[in-house]
């Protein structure tokens, strides 16, 4: 049973940084896609970010390219999302993601392995 837990959320301030986890169990996704949506208060699920070929390419949304970034860590299977220069519009619950084929994936459809989320709140 594949199982992905999220973690690293919390309150932060206006452009602080924060990181945070998605341990995988129950497969590797080393060879397939790994992602992280978010969902704001009352908005509809947006993709952030996603990687695939064991870490050697990545894709963002607009909104977050530039001051995020993502990576994997292949021998602890766990992708994380650094975020940085955290605004108030990145407050929500922040989901990850998998998909075991190797696609250049950004909509919600195109994964098969979801997370609890965790939430993050940016303070102004």
């Known amino acids: 049973q594949v199982q992905l837990h999220e973690s690293g959320g919390g309150l932060v301030q206006v452009g602080d940084s924060l990181r945070l986890s998605c341990a995988c169990s129950g497969r590797t996704f080393s060879t397939g896609t790994m992602g992280w949506f978010r969902q704001a208060p009352g908005a509809e699920r947006e993709f952030v970010a996603a990687?695939?070929?064991?870490?050697?390419?990545?894709w963002y949304g607009n909104s977050v390219k530039d001051r995020f970034h993502i990576s994997l860590d292949n021998s602890k299977n766990t992708i994380y999302l650094e975020m940085n220069t955290l605004k108030p519009e990145d407050t929500g619950v922040y989901y990850c993601?998998?998909?075991?084929?190797?696609?250049?994936?950004?909509?919600?459809?195109?994964?098969?392995?979801w997370g609890q989320g965790t939430r993050v709140t940016v303070s102004s």
């Open positions: 990687i695939w070929e064991g870490g050697e390419v990545d």
């Open positions: 993601a998998g998909n075991p084929r190797p696609i250049h994936a950004r909509r919600e459809s195109e994964y098969d392995y």
